[in-house]
Structures are given as C-alpha cells and as structure tokens.
Nanobody
Framework: VQLQASGGGLVQVGGSLRLSCTASGRAFGDYAMGWFRQAPGKEREFVAGINSGGGNTDYVDSVKGRFTISRDNAKNTMWLQMNNLKPEDTAVYYC?????????????????WGQGTQVTVSS
C-alpha cells in the first residue's frame, strides 16, 4: 500500500491550502482515512477523519469550521481543504488509511502512512 500526499507549502495567516492524498495497493473504499499532523517537539495528532463511504467526517476541535476532509473512492483520492490558516496549524501533515471502515482518532488504528507534506503558516 502506498500513500502519496501533496499540496503543502508556505502560506500567510488567513490563507488556504488544499492537501491531496492518493492511495494505491488497497481497496480504497473499504477503509476510513485520516489526516494527522506533527509539529516540532509535539506528538502526532489527529486532525480529520472520513469513513469508508465518505458520509461521515470528524475533526479535532481546533480545526472545526476551517478544515474540510473529503474523498473520491473512484479516484482513490482524499483531500483536506484548509481555510483561514493559523500559525498553530504549522506542521507536517500525514495522510493515513485505517484498519476499519469507521473513523477513529488513535494513530494505532491506522496502518499505512504517507510521507508527509509540510504546511507552514507565517504571521
């Protein structure tokens, strides 16, 4: 299974970025997927998740109303639209696929990880 994340970059406060994650080597539509992030000196944290069918989503409180996760199972692709970015959103963002069809928040529930894409928000 391979996950390829892209779309990170440098953006000013209040700006937007759209992260993409393309998966191969697995029945994409059978499993939930998620985005995690890790800032320097901090633990990796759950940011957003989407169930296998795409009908249910969940977010960490700090990004609710600003970030939107979505997926297209026909394209084996997941996205994270990030709006109104803040300096505290600066981190390496990882896409991942779960062992389960439902959303979970714990990293051990996710078995395959992309390489990460850097998001930097400047003030």
């Amino acid at each position: 299974v391979q996950l390829q994340a892209s779309g990170g970059g440098l953006v000013q406060v209040g700006g937007s970025l759209r992260l993409s994650c393309t998966a191969s080597g697995r029945a994409f539509g059978d499993y939930a997927m998620g985005w995690f992030r890790q800032a320097p000196g901090k633990e990796r944290e759950f940011v957003a998740g989407i169930n296998s069918g795409g009908g249910n989503t969940d977010y960490v409180d700090s990004v609710k109303g600003r970030f939107t996760i979505s997926r297209d199972n026909a394209k084996n692709t997941m996205w994270l639209q990030m709006n109104n970015l803040k300096p505290e959103d600066t981190a390496v963002y990882y896409c991942t696929t779960s062992d389960f069809p439902i959303i979970t928040h714990g990293a051990p529930s996710y078995d395959y990880w992309g390489q990460g894409t850097q998001v930097t928000v400047s003030s």
